[in-house]
């Protein structure tokens, strides 16, 4: 038999994550509504109280309490999930920190949106990007299917390497479009996804204290498994994707790479603009210009082996970042920089940052950014922004 | 021979060799807990001196599960911890989030008011040492009129009331509310049991003294705390809804200065007449108020 092939269904992105919670089995689900991800705990609430899905929901008062919740459900050795956006992820930042140093691999979705101030709730993946170092796996999404699938992977890699896992995806463009996705069966998914069984857990029988003091070498020692675990969570991921794609017959590989055989550019980028990108790409080939496109779907561990594949034969490589990190420039491109840093004949990078707060991403602003790598032989600057009105341009 | 009725369980769940300062309310209060509540418990703590108090990892002098947790986060934590054990199935087990007064009326209240409000099954207590001890006695809302601390100094001392947080947890209509001290020791494990067989959020206020934060020799740590009973200042109450605040118990009266003198914390005040008569006037208003809630 070949592959598991399912009619469609067509949902929101948030709900795409929702079927994923559900399908995943998870025990306990505490959210707070923020716009753009309200729909995500609407559905699982509504799931929970029409019986499809028997988890405990709570209805917490913040951000940080879902969170703490999750955390506390996890220190049971229970499966446990949350989703939010922007200030609500700002809100959880302690309790991010909290959860990957006391290893427990709660999955989180979080719809990249802009913070204030001033208010905006549209797309921009500072939000999420700016967690990057509270020991998180990070994944970021480009379409409904992809975030569903990822879900449901992330609980395996997370509870295999003992690491939370934040899967994001784009505001309203995701979050908000209908989209047709195939819903896996619950049978298959539990092939795939085993129950949770950690090793140690708050148990009566078996008293122990979780997250006590520890001196200065214990604590380095705690660091570096953390970070060991982290970089193992690549190989998980890897095998996940595999695994899935056997069982489902969709994989979505950690870095994505289109057209990179020959291509003497290649854009890198993630999220939806990738889905904007891909037919931008395929019309440079269609010229016989060599231009290639790497996705990053997987951030958090960095996948620097699968990155310098991807990029080390390019001579130029062009990097649109929809976040920024202020006095630096896009994330991303100073991930893929260091990433080149020591190969030789390294690739010239290219930062772009734009599309913040939702501007639009079309395929113009691709070409835009394509044209300029292929014209100029250096950047003339670290970051160079797009879509900026011509007087804020210097 | 006599037989003696002991009404505290004689079980040592807490062991010894615990890290809490000599004469420590709050690690006299955990000893009497759980001996109240039993093995079958699990505790959320947040930062606070249990933190550091129940040991360095990997040991642990709780005797039960303890999950140590951020500042914040008791109450919604707990409600976790909760959620978790009943999807097992264990609807036995209580979860008790242990916080200090800091992680209770100031940073943890949000949380805590969000869990009494949706009636999660846990009991939390509040260990009141009426100041953040941790990190060096700076002033809480559970800081009383006219203390000294490191952020109320001298010049400047505490100038508002007391929170009062028991009246707080009752206007949210849970089930179980309660003040107790580890100065009436059979008064405090008999709520506790009490707490322990009552679904719902079950709230205790306990006065736990600190011997450095005080300013009192370790020695005088259960005087003090038995003063504070006498004098009025700390009432130990039992309220279940549509029932009269229960005084459980009354001592004879003693005067408030007897209380204030044996406190360093309270030196300067003392030293303030006017000061010394709005405290003295406050307290007893709120006793007024107390002993009316439970004559109706
Ligand atoms: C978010 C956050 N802010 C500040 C602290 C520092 N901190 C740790 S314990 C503590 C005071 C705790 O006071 P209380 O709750 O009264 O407990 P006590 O130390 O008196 O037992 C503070 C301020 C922290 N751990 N987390
Ligand atoms: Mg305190």
């Given at each position: 038999m070949g592959p598991h092939r399912k009619p469609m269904k067509v949902i929101e992105g948030t709900h795409a994550i929702s079927y994923a919670v559900q399908r995943s089995r998870t025990a306990v689900i505490a959210a707070y509504p923020i716009t753009p991800s309200s729909g995500v705990v609407e559905l699982l609430a509504e799931m929970c109280a029409d019986g499809r899905l028997s988890s405990r929901f709570i209805a917490v008062e913040s951000e940080h309490s879902a969170l703490a919740a999750c955390a506390g459900a996890s220190q049971v050795g229970l499966r446990a999930f949350t989703a939010t956006s922007s200030h609500g992820l700002a809100y959880m930042h302690e309790m991010l920190h909290w959860c990957a140093g006391a290893r427990l691999p709660v999955v989180l979705a979080n719809v990249n949106r802009a913070l204030g101030a001033p208010w905006n709730i549209f797309v921009d993946q500072t939000d999420s990007l700016s967690q990057r170092d509270t020991g998180w796996i990070q994944y970021y999404c480009e379409d409904s299917q992809e975030v569903l699938d990822t879900i449901i992977q992330a609980f395996r890699v997370a509870e295999g390497s003992l690491l939370p896992a934040m899967v994001c995806l784009d505001a309203f463009f995701l979050s908000h479009t209908s989209e047709p996705v195939s819903i896996p069966d619950q049978d298959l998914v539990d092939r795939f996804l085993p129950p949770y069984t950690p090793a140690y857990a708050l148990s009566v029988d078996d008293p122990r204290a979780f997250g006590g003091m520890v001196a200065a070498e214990g604590y380095l020692e705690l660091r570096a498994r953390i970070e060991h675990s982290m970089r193992r969570a690549q190989q998980l991921a890897a095998e996940a994707a595999r695994e899935y794609g056997a069982i489902f017959g969709r994989s979505h590989p950690l870095v994505e790479m289109l057209h990179l055989d020959d291509a003497e550019i290649v854009l890198v980028t993630s999220g939806t603009v990738a889905g904007t990108a891909r037919t931008v790409i395929e019309e440079y080939r269609a010229q016989g210009i060599h231009v290639g496109m790497a996705k990053i779907h997987l951030f958090r561990p960095f996948p620097f082996d699968l990155v310098r594949i991807a990029l080390g034969r390019a001579r130029k490589v062009a990097v649109f970042d929809r976040n920024i990190s202020f006095g630096c420039g896009g994330i991303m491109a100073s991930e893929i920089r260091a990433a080149l840093c020591n190969i030789r004949k390294a690739p010239t990078v290219f930062s772009f940052v734009g599309g913040l707060g939702g501007c639009d991403v079309t395929p113009d602003t691709i070409r835009e950014v394509v044209e300029y790598t292929r014209r100029?032989?250096?950047?003339?600057?670290?970051t160079m922004w797009v879509g900026l009105p011509e007087e804020s341009r210097q | 021979m006599q037989n003696v009725n002991f009404s505290?369980?004689?079980?040592?769940v807490m062991a010894a060799g615990h890290l809490g300062c000599a004469g420590c309310g709050a690690a006299l209060a955990m000893r009497l807990a759980l001996k109240a509540l039993g093995r079958r418990t699990i505790l959320v703590v947040p930062a606070c001196c249990w933190s550091v108090i129940d040991g360095p990892a990997p040991y642990s002098a709780a005797g039960v599960p303890l999950m140590h947790t951020p500042f914040a986060s008791a109450a919604a934590a707990a409600s976790g911890v909760r959620a978790a054990l009943d999807f097992k199935g264990d609807t036995e087990t209580t979860v008790c989030a242990w916080a200090g007064d800091g992680g209770t009326f100031d940073i943890g209240i949000q949380a805590l008011s969000a869990a009494a409000e949706r009636n999660e099954n846990i009991l939390y207590i509040c260990y009141d040492n009426e100041a953040y001890m941790n990190t060096g006695v700076q002033r809480s809302s559970a800081t009383p009129l006219g203390a000294w601390t490191t952020t109320t100094p001298r010049a400047h001392l505490k100038d508002r009331p007391k929170k009062d947080l028991a009246q707080i947890m009752v206007a949210h209509e849970v089930p179980y509310v309660a003040t107790a001290t580890v100065a009436y020791p059979d008064d405090l494990v008999a709520k506790l049991q009490r707490a322990a067989q009552i679904r719902g959020t079950r709230f205790v206020h306990l006065l736990a003294p600190c011997p450095p934060g005080w300013k009192i020799p370790s020695e005088d740590a259960m005087k003090v705390a038995r003063l504070a009973v006498a004098t009025r200042v700390f009432p130990l109450v039992e309220v279940e809804p549509g029932r009269p605040w229960r005084l459980t118990v009354v001592p004879p009266e003693a005067d408030l200065e007897e209380y204030l003198r044996a406190q360093g914390r309270f030196r300067a005040l003392l030293d303030d007449p006017a000061a010394l008569a709005r405290v003295r006037a406050a307290i007893g208003e709120r006793w007024q108020r107390i002993t009316r809630l439970a004559h109706d």
């Open positions: 100029c032989d250096a950047p003339e600057q670290d | 505290i369980p004689s079980d040592e």
